[in-house]
């Protein structure tokens, strides 16, 4: 699926990355009123202000929440889109905001997650991604799926003694979750950013 006039790439942030270590009263307060404020994170106190994403990269999240909803489903887990991961001890002081969380159902909260057995990260140019892996790693996520839309390729990165690890991707540049049983690979770029390959042996292609 692709928006009209547009290609697949790059999905990015309409406006530029930028962080804010001491917003005003003003600025939180202006960011709840246009409800911008549910794409930032806090972390260790410090608010990460991330813009809206583009609507490329919210389209590329939205395919990929469908594509999973009914595999996680299947193996009794649950799928949400933009949802906190709160540092239990922290709370409000200490979060991250991942595109896609894949979590058992009763783990969700009021305020959001505080588990999640896997996660997505969609990349922007200049974003925080790589920076939220010893967070995700301490929160005992998995697995964490990194996309990366302009090139485009994936990453999966595994948990292990040491942290998030990343997955040496087989002969076909392909990487396979152990949380879903799906296989996931880079598409051409051109028709497609994403490939999935189901427990059967089908695609879904993104």
């Given at each position: 699926m692709t928006l009209p006039g547009s290609t697949r790439a790059p999905h990015h942030y309409a406006v530029a990355m930028r962080t804010i270590s001491e917003p005003t009263a003003e600025e939180i307060a202006h960011r709840r009123i246009t409800g911008a404020h549910v794409f930032d994170e806090m972390w260790d106190g410090v608010v990460h202000v991330v813009p809206p994403p583009s609507g490329h990269h919210q389209l590329l999240g939205s395919e990929l929440h469908l594509a999973l909803a009914p595999v996680a489903k299947a193996i009794g887990l649950d799928v949400l889109y933009e949802t906190g991961l709160f540092d239990?001890?922290?709370?409000?002081?200490?979060?991250?905001?991942?595109?896609?969380?894949?979590?058992?159902?009763?783990?969700?909260?009021?305020?959001?997650?505080?588990?999640?057995?896997?996660?997505?990260?969609?990349?922007?140019?200049?974003?925080?991604?790589?920076?939220?892996?010893p967070f995700y790693a301490a929160r005992g996520v998995e697995e964490?799926?990194?996309?990366?839309?302009?090139?485009?390729?994936?990453?999966?990165?595994?948990?292990?003694?040491?942290?998030?690890?990343?997955?040496?991707?087989?002969?076909?540049?392909?990487?396979?979750?152990?949380v879903l049983d799906l296989g996931f690979?880079?598409?051409?770029?051109?028709?497609?950013?994403?490939?999935?390959?189901?427990?059967?042996?089908?695609?879904?292609v993104i």
């Open positions: 239990p001890i922290q709370q409000d002081e200490n979060y991250r905001v991942p595109d896609l969380s894949v979590f058992e159902p009763h783990r969700l909260t009021r305020r959001g997650l505080e588990v999640v057995r896997f996660a997505v990260e969609i990349r922007s140019p200049g974003d925080e991604t790589y920076e939220k892996l964490l799926l990194v996309i990366v839309p302009w090139d485009p390729s994936v990453e999966l990165y595994r948990l292990g003694p040491d942290g998030l690890l990343r997955v040496q991707p087989d002969l076909q540049g392909s990487v396979r979750s152990v690979r880079a598409g051409d770029g051109e028709a497609s950013t994403l490939v999935l390959t189901l427990p059967d042996g089908a695609e879904i």
